[in-house]
């Protein structure tokens, strides 16, 4: 089947730290992975994309490279900001005529204090 | 990129009753998803809707509790019925952009059952 496993949270850091959130996946075939942003009080925002093995998506400093010998698209920052507080959610969805429903991990709380 | 409105923004009901959420898509789009959130977690597809079908409901979500309408092409809704506070969580609609290989999402319904 098909499914998303991210790090547990939340996480913590101070401001300019760097920042690792783990994701790992299961799929049936070769999907599409995202990493979606939830600001506090607002909708899903998609952050950044990856559509084939070793492709690096990267957007607002914050980059996650697709890894098909581990199954994994972690993302990282170099260094955090306050704005960066959020819910950051990993997916996978298949392309094709259609990409369908997107498979979701749990989200993982960053909070970044000053 | 489609710019996604839901309404209400947020609602607080009383136990038994039912609430209709809107949908409404900038432009014409061949599948629309609802998702839930519920506190806490990751989000759970509840149906695929595609414009002159029969929704297509994920298992555990059944068209008596969660009926789907779909009547034109950027425009659909979802009625939460004979609610309990098990209910209570955001619900989110979000389109296809197949070109783009992405999915965007409305800012969301958050529904409190009391």
């Known amino acids: 089947g098909n499914s998303v496993t991210q790090m547990e949270g939340p996480v913590t850091l101070s401001e300019e730290a760097f920042l690792t959130i783990n994701c790992t996946y299961t799929?049936?075939?070769?999907?599409?992975l995202f990493w979606y942003v939830q600001y506090p009080g607002e909708g899903l925002q998609l952050l950044l994309k990856?559509?084939?093995?070793?492709d690096k998506g990267s957007n607002k400093g914050f980059e996650a490279t697709y890894r098909k010998e581990t199954t994994s698209f972690h993302l990282e920052k170099g260094s955090v900001q306050v704005s960066d507080s959020a819910v950051y959610f990993c997916?996978?969805?298949?392309?094709?005529?259609?990409?369908?429903?997107?498979?979701f991990g749990r989200g993982t709380q960053l909070t970044v204090w000053p | 990129s489609a710019v996604i409105s839901q309404k209400p923004s947020r609602d607080i009901c009383q136990r038994g009753t039912s609430l209709t959420i809107q949908c409404q898509v900038d432009?014409?789009?061949?599948?629309m998803f609802w998702y839930r959130q519920q506190p806490g977690q990751s989000l759970t597809l509840i149906a695929t809707?595609?414009?002159?079908?029969?929704?297509?409901?994920e298992s555990g979500f059944v068209i008596d509790k969660f009926p789907i309408s779909r009547p034109n092409l950027t425009f659909s809704t979802l009625t939460v019925s004979n609610m309990s506070p098990e209910d209570s969580s955001i619900y989110l609609c979000?389109?296809?952009?197949?070109?783009?290989?992405?999915?965007?999402f409305g800012p969301g319904t958050r529904l409190t059952v009391l």
């Open positions: 432009s014409q789009v061949t599948m």
């Open positions: 990856a559509t084939k093995a070793d």
């Open positions: 809707a595609n414009q002159g079908s029969e929704a297509t409901y």
């Open positions: 799929a049936t075939g070769y999907p599409s």
């Open positions: 979000s389109v296809e952009d197949s070109e783009y290989n992405e999915q965007f």
């Open positions: 997916a996978l969805g298949y392309r094709g005529s259609t990409l369908g429903r997107l498979y």
